[in-house]
């Protein structure tokens, strides 16, 4: 049995596990909100899979087996909500730096079940090979665990802020590309297969 990464289907039976296994996943502290996963499956559907770069990625458990894990990620332009909200944010030179030619990993999510196992990371991998963008960029909660991985994977803060008055605060992170983490050990004890 082993882990494996396919395309993201826009369809079907496996879009639909992947969006359970997202709603799943941040339906959960921090997050705690039962409904992301409906917001999220029309956003991609609506939105953001038509945008330059839209790729996204499952990892499936065993060939053919249940979907544990999905990300996806687009390239980042003016007069998108969240790019503007960041450029807006930052000063000039972080901006020319880190967002004048970037893509951004937008939703990655892991099965509860099966987080902190190397499939966040073998996801990541997935999503930024052979892009040809300069940076990748994100944001993640503080009080989320995800930015620990993240720094382990060569991503540093570039600016912490809100997106709501009221909303929780967010680290905006940010690595060069090309991306050229080896690839995760497999967690001690846990399958072989994950590597
Ligand atoms: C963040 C997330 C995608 C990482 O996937 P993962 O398969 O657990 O990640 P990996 O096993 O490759 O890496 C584990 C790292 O992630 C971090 N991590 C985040 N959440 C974790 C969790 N619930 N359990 C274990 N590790 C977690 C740890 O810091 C760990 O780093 P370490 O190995 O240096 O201690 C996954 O935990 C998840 O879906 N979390 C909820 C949703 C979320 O926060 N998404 C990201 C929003 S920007």
Redesign the pocket.
């Known amino acids: 049995m082993s882990v494996e990464i396919w395309s993201l289907p826009l369809e079907g039976p496996r879009f639909e596990d992947a969006i359970a296994v997202y709603g799943a ?2 339906a ?1 502290p921090p ?1 705690s909100d039962p409904d992301r996963g409906r917001e999220v499956r029309q956003r991609i559907l609506d939105v953001h899979s038509s945008r330059d770069g839209f790729r996204g990625f499952i990892a499936c458990d065993e060939p053919g087996g249940a979907v544990v ?1 999905m ?1 996806y990620g687009y390239h980042g332009k003016p007069g998108q909500w969240w790019h503007d909200a960041v450029a807006r944010a930052v000063d000039r030179d972080r901006e020319d730096r880190w967002l004048s030619d970037s893509y951004e ?1 937008v ?6 079940a ?11 991998a997935a999503l930024l090979q052979d892009r040809p963008e300069a940076t990748c960029v ?4 503080t009080d ?7 720094r ?1 994977l060569g991503f540093q803060v570039i600016h912490m802020m809100r997106f709501s008055p009221n909303g929780a605060p967010f680290f905006v992170m940010g690595r060069p590309l090309p991306y050229d983490v080896a690839p ?1 050990e497999p ?1 001690p004890g846990h399958r072989a297969a994950l590597s």
């Open positions: 996943a941040f959960l997050y894990g990300i990993l939703e990655v999510a892991v099965d509860p099966y987080q902190g196992h190397g499939v966040g990371q073998r996801l990541i994100l944001s993640t909660r989320s665990r995800a930015h620990q991985l993240y382990r995760a967690a």
